[in-house]
């Protein structure tokens, strides 16, 4: 190399590594911001979700009196079943707080406790009749401005009016926390229960198996249809055909289609040509399949494509026939690329909101649904509903709900990676 | 008429090279010929002196010439005409160095010969011969450097010639000898140059022959001239005729 | 050398020095034409096992083989050689109508497996690659194990009906690819894991196993060392008493070692069908002295 080269390309050196250099500063920066949104959207997200995954519980004395229930251990399970437990719960609350004048005050006495605590001592007294006459300690919901007071979210320093807890409701509180009858636990509630008007009673349960009937009608739809479309396309569909071209053209701009024109295709055919039940995860995931084919269609054909076609020559040279080659190589080969796909589509589909508002998914169910065919509400159709809630006790329940999808989708995420390195082979 | 070169430059290169190098060797050993033919004729003593001490020329070039084939061979691998010729060269110069041998061998005579008049007798039928086979020796080179299969075949079919004359030698020297035992010394030495000639005749002979192999890529030796000329030369046989 | 030229007869120095320095020219038929007008040589056999006639294939528009007449001896190594985009591969593939698989080419003329019509409607293709097998030039075995891999042509076909049969033709097509004594204990080792002459031995096992009549090898050691190399030409030698081969390959050497007849393809074009060993010594057409010395540009 000449003097004048080596000088030449020494000059530019300088400039091409500062060059090197701000790129990669610029590329770093980039991840520190968007790490920076990922942080401020988690941290608030569990800072107030954090405390869903606790409730208050208050411990009563029930003086389970025969005369007042009107029932003993020798009466049958509907007279057990149809017995007045309100009134004894009631009577225990003004056996602890005596002296409680006014309907309003005693309305408040009554608050203390969930609506649900009668269900609770009913099933107690089902389960085992014997108890009938005796006196038990046993621990109730508490009702959500309890709870809520409880988990430090409501100020005592302010004055009583812009207080939803009034000044004897707060000593009634403190004489129970003295006397350790309110304590905080895990709430199995919100993964136990299914929605309610109540917030303490409110639980996951129904929007989670509904989005568990839905995802599994869209994986069953949406895979071998995705898949086998794919398969087509790659493998068997003429080229350079101009229908292709225009079928090609069309699956990526489906992918590009808002969603909620999904929902509005589904409602005016599923349920209105074809009668499909509204709000049940049947019609929730022939919807989803439509949203997902598109992502799950070109993320197959991407692998398909990958496949090396010298294995192919193999098979074919072996006397393979062109579906043997597809069944034997060309789609195990493809597995992790198709996995992912689908994977992708499924986070897409499990987070989607919008094409359910319009197929009636987003009613109230207080039911757990059962099978594919029962009214049924799904994990983001929930969050919504619960955002929209005006109890204080919603909101954090709402961010616990985002919490736990969040949880699903890095399982499925999880799931994917595991597939993928399943799957993969070196070839 | 040039084939294209090889893509290898290098290669053309060495080939040229190779057949430029076999042409000095063939053009040393023909003034070798020539040189000791000369000192015989002329009782050149000092002449034939130079020519058998020359003779480590020619067999160096043998041994640098061999051993750059043996590189081309190794390194380019040739194939079809390019192998032909290799191989054509690498007998060639064998021959050549023979005939070199048998130059400095009329050369290490003719000093011994110097000293008697015997040959001035001979004069005539060994001018004679020799004129022939040198003919024969430079016709051959002349056809190895230009590729002349006709020139060549002429040559191997005009070998009987030599044969002939060196025949009719045989018996005047024999005659020579019974005439005078005192010259049997002397005619004993003129009987092995015209030997000599007549091996330098069959060499150049089989210089020929190598021509034919390396143009027409067929092995003509061991055949009946007939056989090659209906085989190959279609055309010549009739002339011949 | 220079000091001798000085004192050398006329006509050695006239010649030295003269425009006519240059390589001897020599003879060969079309000496001036490279016109190609028809195959020379012998690319006709008595004994043909493949055979083609007016053989023409056409991508799309483009005429990528023109008028080949080829037979190909039966138990015969015949090795195609050629600049690359002559033919030869092409051709080759005409011989298992691998280019069926490619929508856009066209394949005319008449092709005889054992004087049956290959391209015939009644012909299956399915059947007709089990009975021409090919080896391609970069190592694809599967990725699966070993056994699978040799089994799979087997299990495709039919050929076994228990697991015993297959693993005795396992094993024997391994043994004929000479490569059972390196695998025989990691058969359900991944046949990716193998270094690349292994894994070709590999494809040649599992092209084997099908127990086809002739096998098709396309570059096949164009991507492995020497040794590798050696290994797979000697293999070949020895499937030469039970199998037809067609080998396309790039090293000349490689033709003149392995194969008993050449066949030199230019511009889609068969010029010249010989024994190798004429073709390499003494070739009669021009373009395959030209390619075969290494003079093309």
Redesign the interface.
């Known amino acids: 190399m000449s003097d004048t080269t080596t000088k030449i390309i020494k000059a530019g050196l300088k400039k091409r590594y500062a060059k090197e250099k701000r790129f990669r500063f610029f590329g770093l920066m980039s991840i520190v911001i968007s790490f920076v949104f990922l942080l401020v959207l988690l941290i608030s997200i569990f800072s107030k979700g954090w405390s869903a995954f606790q409730q208050t519980y208050v411990k009563l004395d029930v003086e389970l009196n025969e005369e007042v229930l009107g029932i003993n251990k020798f009466s049958n399970k509907d007279a057990l079943f149809s017995a007045r437990y309100k009134k004894i719960i009631k009577n225990s609350l003004k056996k602890k707080f005596p002296g409680v004048k006014g309907r309003k005050q005693k309305r408040a006495l009554k608050n203390l406790v969930s609506k649900s605590a009668q269900y609770e001592l009913r099933d107690k007294v089902l389960k085992d009749p014997e108890l009938l006459g005796t006196t038990q300690s046993f621990w109730f919901l508490a009702k959500d401005d309890v709870d809520v007071f409880m988990k430090g979210n409501i100020d005592r320093t302010l004055p009583e009016s812009n207080r939803r807890i009034k000044d004897y409701q707060l000593a009634w509180i403190d004489q129970l926390i003295a006397e350790d009858r309110l304590e905080k636990r895990f709430n199995t509630q919100l993964f136990s229960a299914s929605d309610s008007r109540e917030p303490e009673q409110a639980g996951l349960k129904g929007a989670l198996m509904g989005s568990l009937f839905t995802m599994l009608v869209t994986l069953s739809l949406s895979f071998p249809i995705a898949v086998a479309a794919a398969a087509y396309l790659e493998e068997f569909a003429?080229?350079n055909n101009r229908w292709v071209d225009l079928i090609e053209v069309n699956i990526n701009n489906l992918a590009a289609v808002p969603s909620i024109v999904f929902g509005l295709l589904g409602l005016a055919i599923y349920i209105g040509l074809f009668g499909v039940p509204r709000s049940t995860p049947l019609i929730g995931g022939l919807v989803l399949t439509l949203m997902t084919l598109p992502t799950i269609i070109i993320a197959s054909r991407a692998a398909i494509k990958s496949v090396?076609p010298?294995?192919k020559?193999?098979?074919?040279?072996?006397?393979?026939?062109r579906v043997?080659v597809l069944f034997?190589?060309t789609l195990p080969?493809a597995m992790p690329g198709i996995l992912t796909g689908t994977i992708v589509g499924m986070a897409q589909a499990l987070g989607e909101t919008a094409p359910l508002l319009m197929i009636g998914m987003v009613a109230f169910v207080a039911e757990v649904p059962g099978s594919i065919m029962d009214p049924a509400t799904v994990m983001p159709v929930q969050i919504y509903l619960w955002s929209d809630s005006p109890e204080r006790a919603f909101s954090e329940r709402t961010s616990a709900a985002i919490m736990v999808l969040l949880a699903f989708l890095v399982m499925m995420n999880l799931i994917a990676i595991v597939l993928r390195k399943k799957f993969e082979?070196?070839? | 008429m040039q084939l294209g070169k090889h893509i290898s430059q290098r290669f053309t290169q060495n080939l040229e090279d190779i057949r430029n190098k076999v042409l000095v060797m063939g053009g040393l050993v023909e003034s070798q010929a020539d040189n000791a033919v000369k000192s015989l004729l002329e009782a050149n003593a000092e002449l034939a002196e130079e020519v058998s001490i020359s003779d480590y020329k020619v067999n160096k070039m043998e041994v640098a010439i061999d051993e750059q084939c043996v590189q081309v061979i190794a390194r380019n691998q040739p194939a079809a005409s390019d192998l032909r010729l290799v191989i054509a060269v690498v007998k060639v110069i064998t021959d050549l160095e023979r005939i070199g041998d048998e130059a400095e061998k009329i050369g290490r005579e003719s000093i011994k010969l110097a000293k008697y008049p015997t040959v001035n007798q001979l004069h005539a039928e060994l001018s004679h011969l020799s004129q022939l086979v040198l003919g024969m020796l430079h016709d051959a080179l002349d056809a190895f450097a230009r590729m002349d299969t006709e020139l060549a075949l002429k040559i191997v079919a005009n070998g009987d010639l030599v044969n002939k004359e060196y025949n009719n030698l045989s018996r005047l020297l024999i005659t020579h000898m019974m005439e005078d035992p005192r010259n049997i010394k002397s005619v004993l030495r003129v009987t092995w140059c015209a030997r000599s000639l007549e091996r330098i005749g069959d060499h150049s002979r089989n210089i020929c022959e190598y021509v034919v192999y390396f143009v027409k890529g067929k092995d003509i030796r061991h055949t009946s001239l007939d056989e090659v000329l209906a085989d190959h030369f279609p055309g010549e046989m009739e002339r011949k005729i | 050398m220079t000091d001798l030229i000085g004192t050398l007869p006329g006509m050695v120095k006239s010649s030295l020095e003269s425009e006519e320095n240059k390589l001897p020219v020599v003879e060969t038929r079309d000496e001036f034409d490279v016109e190609i007008s028809g195959t020379i040589g012998k690319p006709l056999v008595q004994n043909a096992k493949m055979s083609s006639r007016n053989c023409d294939v056409f991508y799309g528009d483009k005429q990528a083989i023109f008028n080949i007449n080829l037979d190909i001896g039966k138990n015969e190594i015949i090795a195609m050689i050629g600049p690359s985009g002559c033919g030869k591969s092409t051709y080759l593939r005409v011989l298992n109508r691998m280019n069926d698989t490619i929508p856009i080419c066209r394949v005319t003329g008449e092709h005889t497996l054992d004087g049956e019509d290959i391209y015939a409607a009644e012909q299956d293709p399915v059947l007709l690659r089990a009975r021409v097998g090919m080896v391609f030039q970069k190592p694809n075995p599967f990725p699966k194990s070993i056994y699978d891999n040799v089994a799979y042509g087997a299990k495709l076909h039919g050929l076994a009906t228990n697991r015993s049969e297959l693993d005795d033709l396992v094993e024997a097509s391994l043994i004929k690819a000479g490569l059972f004594k390196e695998v025989k204990d990691d058969l359900l080792m991944p046949g990716t894991g193998l270094s690349g002459g292994q894994q070709q031995r590999l494809c040649i096992a599992r092209a084997i196993a099908v127990d086809p009549e002739v096998i098709l090898m396309d570059e096949p050691t164009s991507a492995l060392d020497p040794i590798a190399t050696a290994t797979i030409e000697e293999l070949m030698d020895e499937l030469k008493e039970n199998y037809t081969i067609a080998i396309v390959t790039h090293s000349m050497q490689q033709a003149a070692r392995v194969s008993q007849r050449t066949a030199y393809f230019h511009l889609g074009k068969l010029v010249e069908v010989n024994d190798t060993n004429t073709v390499f010594t003494n070739p009669e057409h021009k373009l395959t002295e030209n390619y075969i010395t290494g003079r093309f540009g």
Request: net charge positive; aromatic share 4%.
């Open positions: 003429p080229q090396p010298s294995i020559q193999a098979a074919v040279g072996l006397g393979a026939s043997q034997h190589h080969l082979q070196r070839w």
